[in-house]
C-alpha cells in the first residue's frame, strides 16, 4: 500500500499568514494527488485535484504543487472560515490512501 | 442537483451485520463509480471500497476484504454496503462519495451516516 505522510499534523496561524502543508507518498504517483478540507461534523470537500488544479468553486488562494512523491497544499491569506482541518490523498492505485490530516487552528 | 444520501447507520453488536444505502440523483448514476469512506470518531479519513458504474469490478481495503461487500442497483440509482461479522473498530461515520472523473477523485459526498459497533 502507498503509505501518505502529512506535516505537520496541527498548524497555528494568523488570519492574513500564509501557509503550507506538505505530504509526501511511500513511492511515486505521478500527479494523482488530491486535497480536501473537512470542517467538524460535515464531508470532506474537495479543494484541489491532480497535485495543482483548483476544484471549480474553490478560491484562488488555495493552489498545489508537486508531482512523484512530494507534494505541498498552499494557502495565501488565511480567512476565518479555512480554519479546518485539511487531508491528502492518492488516487493513483487502490487501497485510495489519504494523509492522517492537518489540523489548521486559528493563533 | 447531484446528492447522495446514506442510511442504515446504527448500533449493532460485535460479529453482527449492517447494510447501508446510498440513495442517488441528479446525475446518471450508471456512469460513475462510486466509493464508500469511513472516519472513525476523532480520526482520519480510510477508504473502504469501490464499485465501477457497471458493477462488474470492485476493490476493497484489506480491513474489510472478506467481510463488506459493496454492490449496486442501477435501476433504483442505489449504492450498498453490506457488512458483515463487525467489530468494534468498525465503528465510523460511513461516506458515499462520487468522482469527479476516474474512481478517485471524489468531488461529491454524502453526509455521512453512523456505524456504532458495540455490546
Known amino acids: 500500500d502507498i503509505q501518505m505522510t502529512q506535516s505537520p499534523s496541527s498548524l497555528s496561524a494568523s488570519i492574513g499568514d500564509r501557509v503550507t502543508i506538505t505530504c509526501r507518498a511511500s513511492q511515486t504517483i505521478s500527479s494523482f494527488l488530491n486535497w480536501y478540507q473537512q470542517k467538524s461534523g460535515k464531508a470532506p470537500k474537495l479543494l484541489i485535484y491532480a497535485a495543482s488544479s483548483l476544484q471549480s468553486g474553490v478560491p484562488s488562494r488555495f493552489s498545489g504543487s508537486g508531482s512523484g512523491t512530494d507534494f505541498t497544499l498552499s494557502i495565501s491569506s488565511l480567512q476565518p472560515e479555512d480554519f479546518a482541518t485539511y487531508y491528502c490523498q492518492q488516487s493513483y492505485t487502490t487501497p485510495y490512501t489519504f494523509g492522517q490530516g492537518t489540523k489548521l487552528e486559528i493563533k | 442537483e447531484v446528492q447522495l444520501l446514506e442510511s442504515g447507520g446504527g448500533l449493532v453488536q460485535p460479529g453482527g451485520s449492517l447494510r447501508l444505502s446510498c440513495a442517488a440523483s441528479g446525475f446518471t448514476f450508471s456512469s460513475y463509480a462510486i466509493n464508500w469512506v469511513r472516519q472513525a470518531p476523532g480520526k482520519g479519513l480510510e477508504w473502504v471500497s469501490v464499485i465501477s458504474g457497471s458493477g462488474g469490478s470492485t476493490h476493497y481495503a484489506d480491513s474489510v476484504k472478506g467481510r463488506f461487500t459493496i454492490s449496486r442497483d442501477n435501476v433504483k440509482n442505489t449504492l450498498y454496503l453490506q457488512m458483515n461479522s463487525l467489530r468494534v473498530e468498525d465503528t465510523a461515520v460511513y461516506y458515499c462519495?462520487?468522482?469527479?472523473?476516474?474512481?478517485?477523485?471524489?468531488?461529491?459526498w454524502g453526509q455521512g451516516t453512523l456505524v456504532t459497533v458495540s455490546s
Open positions: 462519495a462520487r468522482p469527479a472523473s476516474g474512481w478517485a477523485t471524489w468531488d461529491y
